[in-house]
Nanobody, 123 residues
């Protein structure tokens, strides 16, 4: 499946952004989806994942309670709602998908990746 992430931008600390991940090419509603991020000089890290039904979600401790992952299978689109943003959330955010439905926090288990969208939080 091809993935296109969008919605990044510049926001002040405490603000909100919603990222979108549009899927095409395959039947998205059987894929699990995840969000990862990579800050300058750091390794890519897990943010959140959601199963194909949308009923199971799992978050990194650093974003739990502030970020919400969701999906709309009718639109073949996943979302990451980010609230109470902090400067340490600044990174390029990537969406990823797995046809076998994995919902782990390990990037190597997601074969399909979008191109990334920049999120910058100013303090």
């Amino acid at each position: 499946v091809q993935l296109q992430a969008s919605g990044g931008g510049l926001v002040q600390a405490g603000g909100s952004l919603r990222l979108s991940c549009a899927a095409s090419g395959r039947t998205f509603d059987r894929y699990s989806m995840a969000w990862f991020r990579q800050a300058p000089g750091k390794e890519r890290e897990f943010v959140a994942t959601i199963d194909w039904t949308g009923t199971y979600t799992y978050y990194a401790d650093s974003v739990k309670g502030r970020f919400t992952v969701s999906r709309d299978n009718a639109k073949s689109t996943g979302y990451l709602q980010m609230n109470s943003l902090k400067s340490e959330d600044t990174a390029v955010y990537y969406c990823a998908a797995s046809e076998i439905g994995t919902t782990t926090p390990y990037s190597y288990e997601y074969p399909d990746w979008g191109q990334g969208t920049q999120v910058t939080v100013s303090s």
